[in-house]
């Protein structure tokens, strides 16, 4: 079966990116948001919060979003990669066109970041399909 470069992606930061984000401590699971916020940042454009308070609660909002909202599964680096991905046009396995999502707040925000990973979430799915398919002999 041949894969597509962003299929290849995908595949290697499920396989080597550790643990996914609902098995890390709560601990862990804070440090992992503060590391999305920061990637956010820069990958996005958007300005930090000047406040430490605001950004420990943005931090603990989403780690609640990401555990409790059907991304538990994902691990840090495909988060990561979704912040990346959200960068270009790009084309999922079936070919249609995902068109990025835009910020156009001023600072990085759980909002941002779901719908970034809900397109992500998408193209993970669609090569779980392809990989199912291929095992029953579709």
Same mark, same amino acid.
Do not use: W
């Given at each position: 079966?041949?894969?597509?470069?962003?299929?290849?992606?995908?595949?290697? #930061?499920?396989?080597?990116?550790?643990?996914?984000?609902?098995?890390?401590?709560?601990?862990? #699971?804070?440090?992992?948001?503060?590391?999305?916020?920061?990637?956010?940042?820069?990958?996005?454009?958007?300005?930090?919060?000047?406040?430490? #308070?605001?950004?420990?609660?943005?931090?603990?909002?989403?780690?609640?979003?990401?555990?409790?909202?059907?991304?538990?599964?994902?691990?840090?680096?495909?988060?990561?990669?979704?912040?990346?991905?959200?960068?270009?046009?790009?084309?999922?396995?079936?070919?249609?066109?995902?068109?990025?999502?835009?910020?156009?707040?001023?600072?990085?925000?759980?909002?941002?970041?779901?719908?970034?990973?809900?397109?992500?979430?998408?193209?993970?799915?669609?090569?779980?399909?392809?990989?199912?398919?291929?095992?029953?002999?579709?």
């Amino acid at each position: 079966m041949l894969l597509t470069e962003i299929e290849q992606k995908v595949i290697h #930061k499920r396989i080597c990116g550790g643990l996914s984000f609902g098995q890390l401590s709560e601990d862990e #699971k804070l440090l992992a948001a503060d590391k999305i916020v920061a990637q956010c940042i820069s990958i996005c454009g958007c300005k930090p919060h000047q406040s430490e #308070k605001i950004s420990e609660v943005l931090s603990e909002e989403l780690a609640i979003f990401i555990d409790g909202f059907g991304y538990h599964s994902l691990n840090l680096d495909e988060i990561v990669l979704a912040l990346r991905f959200n960068t270009s046009n790009l084309k999922n396995p079936s070919g249609i066109e995902i068109e990025p999502i835009i910020f156009t707040g001023y600072y990085a925000n759980v909002n941002y970041i779901s719908k970034v990973l809900h397109n992500y979430k998408v193209i993970r799915d669609l090569i779980d399909r392809k990989f199912q398919n291929k095992l029953d002999g579709y």
